[in-house]
């Protein structure tokens, strides 16, 4: 059971615009700021997102995020094929003086 | 980067030493963690450790089972793990925190070393 919820799944076609949401609690996203992590199969995670908004450098532009209250969001705009992988939110819980992590979501591009 | 090693496959209730090399940045100044992903399965925090080694963190599923240590002088990161059952297999990632005062986000990773719990 993951302390942020994620919605296991998520799709979209070539060329649109998607969002992964990540939800959690006031300990949590409420009092900290979220990451996003891409992960291919068979490989490591890799940092997408910093502070509910930040890119590192070589990051696509297309990607995105955003946070508020007890709740983030990755965006993606202009979906491409290479962008389907799994994606992850995560956060430091005050309360429980520990990293939380979302399940993770599933990223299809049809 | 980060470089881990010393997975394997060993009997349910057996013991293993991971290993993680950092090379690249200032090793003793960040605090690192352990997370683990079992197969088909999300990441799962394990533990973390203070840059200077003082402070350790534990998931409660492996609390008393597994300790975390590192060694400065030779930019190294340890998971020691006893007491290993089924469902600590998993592939087991090392990460850092991009700021030295922070665990999350993590900015590197290793690629990761698998763990196979299995009579």
């Known amino acids: 059971q993951s302390v942020l919820t994620q919605p296991p799944s998520a799709s979209g076609t070539p060329g649109q615009w998607v969002t992964i949401s990540c939800s959690g609690s006031h300990s949590n996203i409420g009092l900290n700021t979220v990451s996003w992590y891409q992960q291919f199969p068979g490989t490591a995670p890799k940092l997408l997102i910093y502070s509910s908004n930040q890119r590192p450098s070589g990051v696509p532009v297309r990607f995105s995020g955003s946070q508020s209250d007890t709740s983030a969001s990755l965006a993606i705009s202009g979906l491409q094929s290479e962008d389907e992988a799994d994606y992850y939110c995560a956060t430091w819980d005050d309360s429980l003086s520990v990293p939380v992590l979302g399940g993770g979501t599933k990223l299809t591009v049809l | 980067q980060l470089l881990e090693s010393g997975g394997g496959l060993v009997r349910p209730g057996g013991s293993l030493r991971l290993s993680c090399a950092a090379s690249?940045?200032?090793?003793?100044?960040?605090?690192i963690s352990w997370f683990r992903q079992a197969p088909g399965k999300g990441l799962e925090w394990v533990s973390t450790?203070?840059?200077?080694?003082?402070?350790?963190y534990y998931a409660d599923s492996v609390k008393g089972r597994f300790t975390i240590s590192r060694d400065n002088s030779k930019n190294t990161l340890y998971l020691r793990l006893n007491s290993l059952r089924a469902g600590d297999t998993a592939t087991y990632y090392c990460?850092?925190?991009?700021?030295?005062?922070?665990?999350?986000?993590?900015?590197?990773w290793g690629q990761g070393t698998t763990v196979t719990v299995s009579s």
């Open positions: 450790i203070s840059g200077t080694g003082g402070s350790t």
């Open positions: 690249g940045f200032m090793f003793g100044s960040y605090a």
């Open positions: 990460a850092k925190g991009r700021l030295r005062t922070q665990v999350v986000p993590l900015d590197v």
